[in-house]
């Protein structure tokens, strides 16, 4: 059985103020919460219109009303099942591997996506501004597909980030030398900017190389995708390495 004082928990995580006060996050639907289950992610509560829909999978599953997901959901159509997570804690940053960093990225979409691409090509760190949108957005969290549970996602000092690493920074940029010129080195940071502004002033001036990439077709289209252009950088770093 839930209670008023737990749906009204659950409504305030829709607000990053309240995740980070709670240290609790929500996800929706069946295969983004199984494989949050499957993570080993400290648990606060499984609530579901379908009883059957884990089979008996956990004990902290509980049966509630469509009335009470309503309440409790951040869609307009709910999706079964709703759980509640312990945010992880923030483990070391391996740096013998590529290290993805994004300055600013606001499109909670973008940024579901880019880390189910960190997933897809192994990159399990993934550094973020301070004003990047919060990964434990319900939005970016859809976007993620499960991705979540298998990245690291660290929010801090940019710029103080990049100054103090040893390692080689490279920035994505309109400009800068094409990707397929570049001699990439097993182990780095790639920095992704702002989806209308790119990667800023400051951050720019600690990138050791800027790269790019060709436009191939008429010069009509004015950019990529954030999200897009992060998926041919990495594919480019994984097939050098």
């Known amino acids: 059985m839930v209670v008023k004082s737990q749906i009204k928990l659950i409504k305030s995580l ?4 309240y995740r980070n006060l709670h240290g609790l996050f929500l996800v929706e639907g069946i295969k983004t919460v199984r494989e949050l289950l499957d993570s080993g992610l400290g648990v606060y509560g499984i609530f ?3 009883d059957s829909v884990l089979e008996g999978r956990h004990d902290s599953q509980i049966l509630i009303s469509e009335s009470e997901l309503k309440q409790m959901s951040s869609l307009k ?3 079964t099942i709703l759980g509640v997570f312990y945010k992880p804690q923030t483990r070391e940053v391996d740096f013998r591997d590529w290290i993805l960093a994004l300055d600013n990225v606001s499109d909670p ?3 579901g996506t880019i880390i ?4 897809w090509y192994g990159i399990s760190h993934l550094v973020c501004s301070k004003d990047t949108v919060d990964c434990y957005n319900p939005k970016v969290l859809q976007a993620t597909m499960g991705s979540i549970a298998r990245v690291q996602v660290i929010y ?4 103080q980030f990049l100054r103090e690493s040893k390692q080689q920074i490279f920035g994505a940029f309109m400009d800068g030398q094409s990707v397929y010129g570049v ?3 097993d182990s780095g940071i790639l920095v992704m900017g702002n989806e209308a502004h790119g990667i800023s002033q400051e951050i720019k001036a600690v990138c050791h190389k800027k790269i790019g990439i060709p436009q191939f077709g008429k010069l009509t289209a004015e950019s990529l995708n954030v999200a897009t252009a992060t998926a041919v950088l990495l594919n480019e770093l994984r097939r050098e390495n």
């Open 156 to 159: 801090t000092d940019l710029l």
């Open 183 to 185: 001699k990439l080195p």
């Open 77 to 79: 159509t709910p999706n």
């Open 109 to 111: 979409g973008n940024l």
């Open 48 to 50: 579901t219109t379908d």
């Open 116 to 119: 189910r691409l960190c997933d």
């Open 14 to 17: 829709h607000q990053k103020k």
